[in-house]
């Protein structure tokens, strides 16, 4: 009975840094993910004001053209000059907003389009690097996406809800 007691007993002793291996390693991947910088951050620009980014300072666009939920821009010569942004699932953002309030639509060419309280997000085929926002106010059409000139709006649909956004 002894022997079989001190087995079990190194046993355990045996699992004990296996256990600690396991705990050190989920702490450092959550860790990992908590550095993970947000998908869509708001930067500010003295001649612009606060405007949305992607991850890598790319400035993000909206056009009068669409409506919440829908894009009207999807012709070659337009897709073109405003590529849609599509990041896929939008999981974190600035401090300023909440993943809630991006989306993703379907636009009619199929492809996929986040969306920003309901307005689909566009690059500018101007903007050379990070912080160029050479597409803002270009036409009276485009506009940088400036988070506090729209306002959320829920609506609710059977079986699921959408968020419409609404301009000022």
């Known amino acids: 009975m002894f022997f079989v007691k001190n087995k079990q007993k190194g046993d355990t002793m045996k699992k004990i840094p ?13 860790q990992q993910a908590l550095a993970t910088p947000p998908d869509v951050i708001v930067v500010h620009k003295d001649d612009v004001g606060n405007y949305l980014t992607d991850a890598n300072g790319r400035t993000l666009y909206w056009t ?5 939920g829908t894009n009207r821009c999807s012709n070659s ?3 073109d000059k405003w590529p849609p942004f599509f990041n896929g ?12 309030e991006f989306g993703t639509i379907i636009r009619r060419d199929g492809r996929k ?6 307005y ?3 690059y500018s085929s101007l903007d050379e690097q990070p912080g160029d926002t050479k597409g ?3 036409t009276k059409a485009w506009s940088v996406m400036i ?9 609710l649909y059977t079986g699921y809800s959408v968020t419409e956004g609404t301009s000022n």
């Open 64 to 68: 009068k053209k669409d409506m919440p």
């Open 147 to 155: 988070p506090g000139k729209f306002h959320l709006v829920e609506k």
């Open 77 to 79: 010569p337009s897709v």
């Open 113 to 118: 389009q986040n969306t920003f309280r309901g």
């Open 120 to 122: 689909p997000l566009y």
């Open 136 to 138: 803002h106010k270009l």
């Open 18 to 30: 296996l256990l600690l291996s396991v705990l050190v390693l989920m702490l450092l991947s959550l």
């Open 89 to 100: 699932a939008i999981l974190s953002a600035s401090p300023e907003m909440s993943s809630k």
